[in-house]
């Protein structure tokens, strides 16, 4: 028997079209159906390439000495909890942070960056027969936004090496990413791109936006809405990276994006992903791939190389340094911070993803390859009990031995969150009925 479909609003078919969608596996028991959403936001931290998570997040100290991290385990906040001397800063905040260090892909086929990318932004696995949307596409469609005057879903630059595999599955062209844009973030003259005056629009229409933001700001000061005031703190702030909150946040790109996160959260935006490939500079010779694919020289203390002549690791620099876990750190640490400040932290689930992990050995290179079964992400906010570690792996960081899940699980966690129903079927062009489930649970302490 065909299950009940509820009918859209004429608003809701106009603006969105048609439901997010997962192939169809039959309905799953939601997990704790009646549980209140925890999150009005939901703020990705994508590290794209492959974080190694023996050199941050989950130290090994016991590892063989030649596949050994030489960074060491430090101390954090909450007793008993370390991460590795990369993660000082952000050591600080442990305790708002739950690290899941039991990730892993269930079978293969998401091994290499492109794959590994798309089945972090949209928990289904690359291989599914449908179309997959993006996690950030399915909330703007189901949920909207309160910033009615900003997209629902950003990606901050979204210039990330896999990009492109960014998607909207079966739902339409107005679910799609908003890509902000820009190879540096920190320079002064750093524009949004698309909602820069164009030099065929006339005066007299600028003048008429100008009159509208006016209007909708003052409608604003009666009490009307968050929409309007987030249009206006978006100009205000979110372009303006010059500003004291980029001390906090660390110099260069990746503070900078991360600050403008923060600030579009803010402003309203539903579901924001962050993405950092520090730009090719003068002052990083060689550094023209920053992103975390250390296949060669991952303890380098500069340029990793810049021939094609070993294992396709050029143009990156070595995990210790700034453009790498150093910006990372403080940047991460900040925005924490920075949210749990503002009072945000409380509505918005922060996710620090990446597409898989690093081998436990390290190769004749003296880099690590990609591996898929054992790697880590962590969480805040929204509901999240902090200073927690979920799941275990071995003593080389390179098997899951205690409470594995997926990205799917991962995907389950953010859907819940949201309060989005993972019970009820959505539906494609064609009419069929789909599920949202991504046929996996909410990672349990999370909720």
Request: glycine share 10%; aromatic share 10%.
């Given at each position: 028997m065909r299950p009940t479909r509820l009918l859209p609003s004429r608003r809701q078919f106009l603006g969105t079209?048609?439901?997010?969608?997962?192939?169809?596996?039959?309905?799953?028991?939601?997990?704790?159906?009646d549980r209140r959403a925890a999150a009005k936001s939901v703020l990705v931290i994508l590290e794209q390439g492959g974080l190694s998570q023996m050199d941050t997040w989950d130290p090994k100290p016991e590892a063989v000495s030649e596949h050994r991290?030489?960074?060491?385990?430090?101390?954090?906040?909450?007793?008993?909890?370390?991460?590795?001397?990369?993660?000082?800063?952000t050591a600080r905040v442990a305790d708002k942070l739950a690290v899941v260090r039991s990730?892993?892909?269930?079978?293969?086929?998401?091994?290499?960056?492109?794959?590994?990318?798309?089945?972090?932004?949209?928990?289904a696995h690359p291989g599914s027969a449908v179309p997959m949307p993006d996690l950030g596409a399915v909330a703007s469609h189901v949920l909207g936004s309160d910033a009615h005057f900003l997209p629902p879903y950003i990606m901050v630059p979204g210039n990330h090496e896999q990009a492109a595999v960014t998607s909207t599955g079966f739902l339409p062209a107005s679910t799609k990413a908003f890509k902000t844009g820009g190879a540096d973030?920190?320079?002064?003259?750093?524009?949004?791109?698309?909602?820069?005056?164009?030099?065929?629009?006339?005066?007299?229409?600028?003048?008429?936006?100008?009159?509208?933001l006016a209007g909708m700001n003052a409608h604003s000061s009666t009490g009307s809405g968050r929409q309007f005031g987030g249009m206006?703190?978006?100009?205000?702030?979110?372009?303006?990276?010059?500003?004291?909150?980029?001390?906090?946040?660390?110099?260069?790109?990746?503070?900078?994006?991360?600050?403008?996160?923060?600030?579009?959260?803010?402003?309203?935006?539903?579901?924001?992903?962050?993405?950092?490939?520090?730009?090719?500079?003068?002052?990083?010779?060689?550094?023209?791939?920053?992103?975390?694919?250390?296949?060669?020289?991952?303890?380098?203390?500069?340029?990793?190389?810049?021939?094609?002549?070993?294992?396709?690791?050029?143009?990156?620099?070595?995990?210790?340094?700034?453009?790498?876990?150093?910006?990372?750190?403080?940047a991460f640490a900040a925005l924490?911070?920075?949210?749990?400040?503002?009072?945000?932290?409380?509505?918005t689930l922060v996710c620090f993803v990446t597409e898989f992990g690093r081998t436990p050995k390290l190769n004749k290179f003296q880099g690590r390859d990609h591996w898929t079964n054992a790697y880590s992400i962590a969480f805040a906010g929204a509901g999240v009990r902090g200073g927690q570690v979920i799941g275990t792996t071995d003593k080389d960081g390179g098997l899951?031995?205690?409470?594995?899940?997926?990205?799917?699980?991962?995907?389950?966690?953010?859907?819940?969150?949201?309060?989005?129903?993972?019970?009820?079927?959505?539906?494609?062009?064609?009419?069929?009925?789909?599920?949202?489930?991504?046929?996996?649970?909410?990672?349990?302490?999370?909720?």
């Open positions: 079209g048609l439901a997010g969608l997962v192939p169809f596996a039959g309905l799953r028991p939601t997990f704790a159906a991290s030489p960074y060491k385990p430090i101390a954090t906040k909450v007793p008993g909890l370390r991460f590795t001397e990369l993660l000082t800063e990730m892993h892909h269930p079978k293969a086929g998401a091994s290499g960056h492109p794959d590994g990318t798309q089945y972090m932004l949209s928990g973030l920190s320079a002064p003259n750093w524009k949004v791109g698309a909602l820069e005056r164009r030099a065929e629009t006339p005066s007299e229409r600028l003048a008429a936006r100008q009159q509208l206006e703190r978006f100009y205000d702030q979110a372009f303006d990276t010059l500003t004291s909150p980029k001390v906090a946040y660390g110099k260069g790109h990746r503070g900078a994006c991360y600050l403008v996160g923060r600030k579009l959260i803010e402003a309203g935006v539903r579901f924001v992903t962050v993405d950092v490939r520090w730009p090719h500079t003068q002052e990083y010779p060689g550094g023209f791939n920053l992103n975390w694919d250390h296949h060669d020289f991952i303890y380098a203390n500069g340029s990793c190389g810049t021939i094609r002549d070993k294992a396709g690791g050029e143009g990156r620099y070595g995990i210790g340094t700034w453009v790498m876990m150093g910006s990372t750190d403080r924490i911070e920075d949210l749990d400040q503002r009072g945000l932290l409380a509505e899951v031995t205690n409470d594995p899940y997926t990205p799917e699980a991962y995907a389950a966690t953010v859907f819940e969150k949201l309060g989005i129903d993972r019970s009820k079927p959505l539906y494609t062009a064609s009419d069929r009925p789909v599920f949202i489930g991504h046929d996996a649970d909410p990672i349990a302490p999370l909720m």
